[in-house]
């Protein structure tokens, strides 16, 4: 079953992007599993433009995941070839031939490396199929030059919306503009990325810091997330840059012309991690977790992992009930330094417990109005350190549960 009702939290439409000289983007409607609209992506990039990406490490990994980790040790791209309905995962010979016959066919059309084709695939996991429906579409595929919207519509599979987000910063002095869109719905905790993410920039940026920067921008994006604790095996992020901005050279990671660059691919990136949890299956409402007070940052990500994958909270907070022992009881499971002692538990910046105990004057009604709305504030210190972290999650609803006991018919 597709969802199709839109999400209560979608915004109010897909936005504005701008062009990324460089970059053309191809669709095509093949209805390999969902019908009127574009299923078939082929992102084409300059020749020469530096590619970075981060990808799922989940260890039943798709094939097309497997062939990217191969194809970024060259650093450079012509294409991302991307198909929805059908993740071609866990099909054994099947996969890896559905794969390499993309990567055959558009190298072929491109007149490029193989290792220059970077496909990612999703959906349905076990069904094996072929590559021919697709790699046939190709002349009619590059012959249909499409816009953001349709290519962030191509990638979608339980999307009730399309994702897209940009931004522009300068880079000693010259500008450049980042734009890139992404999909993501269910079987959300991205252990690197999420499910699908493609992101575009015109700067001139070498792999190995492009590599970098992704890297770190997606620990505070895409890696910042959950939705019900699931890691895909197809997850990708991919980015692309393109050097058609003609910026002068940085010297590296920490050459400070980048700094504007590396705030706006985070921005970019968070907004189309957050679209992603507004879009979680059946979700009516956007938590934000923030942990202070641990030890470590890892320490403060785990526990607030541990706070926004907890079904307990999500459905306590689904059912608008202002339940916090459900909290207490997520940081105490989660295996970090803490001590009931030490632990203060907040809500919509309302202490509720302290030093042990709940607060002598607790007023539950602030703390119950808080939850009905759609935007939920959750914060915990764990009184030990200076180890910070935030996550962000929706609520789980019966909505969830339809969505996914019926995903196959």
Not at 18 to 42: E, F, M, Q, S, W
Not at 236 to 264: M, Q, R, S, Y
Not at 378 to 395: N, Q, S, Y
Request: charged share 20%; aromatic share 6%; hydrophobic share 45%.
């Amino acid at each position: 079953m597709v969802a199709t009702s839109l999400s209560p939290l979608a915004p109010a439409g897909f936005p504005d992007l701008p062009a990324i000289p460089g970059v053309k983007l191809h669709t095509v409607t093949l209805g390999i599993r969902y019908k009127g609209r574009p299923d078939v992506l082929l992102a084409e990039l300059e020749p020469g433009t530096q590619v970075a990406g981060v990808f799922t490490t989940s260890t039943t990994a798709s094939a097309a995941v497997r062939w990217g980790r191969e194809a970024l040790k060259g650093g450079t791209g012509r294409a991302f070839f991307v198909n929805a309905g059908n993740s071609v995962a866990f099909t054994g010979k099947a996969g890896e031939k559905f794969v390499a016959d993309k990567v055959e066919a558009a190298a072929k059309a491109l007149g490029c490396n193989k290792t220059e084709i970077f496909t990612a695939s999703t959906g349905v996991i076990g069904e094996p199929t072929t590559a021919n429906r697709i790699t046939d579409a190709l002349p009619d595929l590059l012959a249909n030059d499409a816009g953001w919207l349709d290519a962030a519509k191509a990638i979608m599979t339980t999307d009730t919306f399309p994702k897209g987000a940009s931004a522009t910063t300068t880079i000693h002095g010259a500008k450049v503009t980042i734009a890139g869109f992404a999909k993501g719905s269910g079987m959300i905790e991205p252990n690197m990325a999420t499910m699908l993410g493609f992101i575009f920039t015109d700067a001139a940026v070498p792999h190995a810091v492009l590599q970098s920067l992704l890297a770190d921008c997606t620990n505070r994006s895409f890696n910042a997330i959950t939705v019900d604790s699931d890691t895909s095996t197809s997850d990708t992020v991919l980015l692309a840059a393109t050097g058609k901005a003609g910026n002068a050279a940085v010297t590296g990671i920490d050459d400070p012309a980048l700094t504007g660059f590396k705030t706006a691919l985070e921005d970019v990136m968070r907004d189309l991690a957050h679209q992603v949890v507004r879009d979680g299956e059946g979700a009516s409402k956007f938590i934000t977790v923030n942990v202070t007070g641990a030890i470590s940052e890892a320490e403060a990500k785990i526990t607030a992992k541990a706070i926004a994958n907890s079904p307990l909270v999500k459905t306590a907070i689904a059912g608008e009930d202002a339940n916090w022992g459900r909290i207490v009881m997520a940081v105490g499971k989660c295996g970090v330094q803490a001590d009931p002692n030490k632990l203060t538990v907040s809500i919509g910046g309302i202490v509720l417990a302290k030093n042990g105990e709940r607060v002598a004057d607790y007023d539950e009604a602030p703390v119950a109005a808080h939850i009905k709305g759609q935007y939920i504030d959750i914060d915990v210190d764990l009184g030990f350190g200076d180890g910070t972290a935030t996550v962000w999650t929706c609520d789980l609803t019966h909505g969830y549960i339809s969505i996914n006991a019926d995903y196959r018919s």
